[in-house]
């Protein structure tokens, strides 16, 4: 990843949020028919090994319970916040004309070795932790046990678990600090004006990434 300093994220604490809070990510792995991506769910246990261990599961139909090696790299890669920012956001465009279009983005690569977990244990406790936490937010969280036994074991003998020994994170956070501290208000206030969600998230990590705008030359 291309990856210029001062757009360098590596707080531990900044990553694992990103990791958290945007759960869904692309697992990128090399087996005997090349490069595959599958968008899968993880959870992200921090306390585990050096750099975290990732968990996640798939379907036992699914190529890669062939095709990859216990033990072989893979790469998994978490996108947070991201949206399109206009030249006409800043106020320097305004004066000299010398802005361009550009995209604002978060990300984190986390690169590790897999291992593919065959056994139900693994696999139900994958399963209740990640129901447990994508349920917490709603009105009547649904747990595994709303269901039939018999039909959660068929469910779980139709999935395999996934775990990534993560051996490095790489962050990025593109967030307009190469530009001026006019430029970045202007871009925080353009996104902002949006008003909607997802605009709000990336415009308010824009706004606090460091360093802080007023100390921006």
């Known amino acids: 990843m291309y990856l ?3 757009f360098e994220e590596n707080r531990a604490e900044a990553l694992h949020r990103l990791m958290a809070e945007h759960p869904l990510a692309a697992l990128v792995t090399h087996g005997a028919n090349g490069l595959d991506a599958n968008h899968v769910p993880f959870e992200f246990d921090a306390s585990q090994g050096e750099h975290g261990i990732l968990r996640a599961h798939v379907a036992r139909a699914n190529p890669i319970c062939l095709e990859i ?9 978490f996108q ?15 004066e000299a004309h010398r802005q361009v ?49 018999d039909f959660i074991q068929t469910m779980l003998q139709a999935i395999v678990g996934i775990e990534i020994e993560v051996t490095r ?35 308010d990590a824009m706004f606090n990434a460091p360093p802080p705008i007023e100390n921006t030359p």
Do not use: C
């Open 4 to 6: 210029p300093s001062y």
């Open 69 to 77: 090696e216990s033990g072989s790299d893979a790469l998994v890669i």
């Open 80 to 94: 947070g916040p991201s949206g399109y920012i206009s030249p006409t956001f800043y106020p320097s465009k305004h």
């Open 101 to 149: 279009p550009t995209y604002n983005y978060l990300v984190v690569h986390a690169h590790g070795r897999i291992t593919l977990r065959d056994d139900e244990a693994f696999v139900r406790g994958v399963v209740a932790r990640l129901t447990r936490k994508m349920e917490a937010g709603e009105a009547v969280p649904w747990k595994m046990g709303d269901a039939p036994a």
């Open 169 to 203: 994170l790489v962050g990025k956070a593109k967030l307009s600090q190469n530009k001026a501290a006019a430029d970045r208000l202007g871009a925080v206030n353009g996104v902002r004006a949006r008003e909607t969600d997802a605009a709000t998230a990336l415009a």
